[in-house]
């Protein structure tokens, strides 16, 4: 089964090479001039929706023109013209990667480590994870999986009076206790829809594109880990950058919800309990992953998954 996922990416690689020119230093050696270079790499990123990437472009090629003194035909700014499309390369190439979800998934695995050690493991009861396989059995019938995944889906439960949940990039999906017991404890159709929402971030793989966007920002140069934790280091909520984080983070969640309802569907339950489960999580709180910062209102969110059918 490994080999065919292998195959079917390397075949996903050489047609998309096939397609036309792609943005990186070999432009310069097919003879490619420097504005036709930049207008590839432009068009891609703008396709891309990497916004730093198209700045970046810009700033780059003008420091380069300044350091070699405006003499476009002088090796030094071949040279510094060639650097830029090599970093361009390794932004546009990151969600294609599997080097970059490699490094996702080691650093979601090692996050949900300490989430778990900083609040205390408890075992998810038995309910629950059969919900789950349930509804991972069900989402592989509506979603086909990205050539890059191969998960390994897992359940596992923290201790924790605030009702959350989170996923990680190779199916470990993470939940707290307060999902399950308590005296705002979720019914069993309302954790279901807190799931399938996971499930369908672990599918689409939203954790590689935050990576990418925030290496995006950072350096394309270090690993996805080191990016993260330096964009959290100097994160200014009011950035450029963080409102762009923000807007991807609010695509991510609207799209976790709608495929949610279709995973519920294909499980044969009933759609609108992803409605439901943010109406719960809205009623009794306006912290935790599901409702944070960078999320969308749960007005909004409720609204769009409340007359699917
Ligand atoms: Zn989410």
Not at 45 to 71: F, I, S, T
Request: proline content about 3%; hydrophobic content about 40%; glycine content about 6%.
């Amino acid at each position: 089964m490994k080999s065919l996922v292998f195959s079917v990416f390397v075949f996903a690689a050489v047609s998309a090479q096939a397609v036309g020119p792609v943005c990186g230093p070999s432009l310069l050696e097919k003879n490619v001039s420097y504005a036709r270079a930049t207008e590839i790499c432009r068009a891609e990123g703008a396709q891309q929706g990497r916004e730093h990437l198209l700045a970046y472009l810009g700033e780059r090629e003008n420091n380069c023109r300044v350091l070699n003194q405006n003499k476009l035909e002088s090796d030094g700014y071949r040279q510094c013209f060639s650097e830029i499309l090599s970093v361009s390369f390794s932004v546009l190439s990151c969600t294609t990667s599997a080097q970059r979800q490699t490094e996702v998934v080691n650093f979601s695995r090692l996050d949900f480590e300490r989430v778990i050690e900083e609040h205390g493991r408890v075992d998810v009861p038995a309910h629950v994870k059969n919900i789950f396989r349930t509804l991972v059995h069900a989402a592989l019938k509506t979603q086909s999986l990205h050539p890059l995944l191969t998960p390994r889906w897992e359940i596992l439960g923290y201790k924790d009076s605030v009702a959350n949940a989170l996923a990680g990039a190779d199916g470990q999906v993470i939940a707290s206790s307060a999902l399950w017991e308590g005296k705002n404890a979720f019914s069993d159709g309302e954790i279901a829809g807190i799931l399938a929402h996971e499930i369908v971030h672990v599918l689409q793989m939203h954790n590689l594109e935050f990576g990418c966007k925030t290496l995006e920002w950072m350096d394309a140069d270090i690993p996805l880990e080191y990016a993260y934790e330096n964009f959290m280091m100097d994160f200014n909520p009011f950035s450029e950058r963080a409102l762009s984080r923000g807007r991807i983070s609010q695509k991510n969640e609207f799209e976790a919800d709608l495929k949610a309802t279709d995973i519920l569907r294909a499980a044969g339950m009933d759609p609108l309990l992803m409605a439901q489960a943010l109406k719960k999580l809205a009623s009794i709180t306006g912290q935790g992953g599901m409702s944070s910062g960078s999320h969308p209102g749960f007005d909004d969110r409720i609204k769009r998954v409340s007359d699917v059918k």
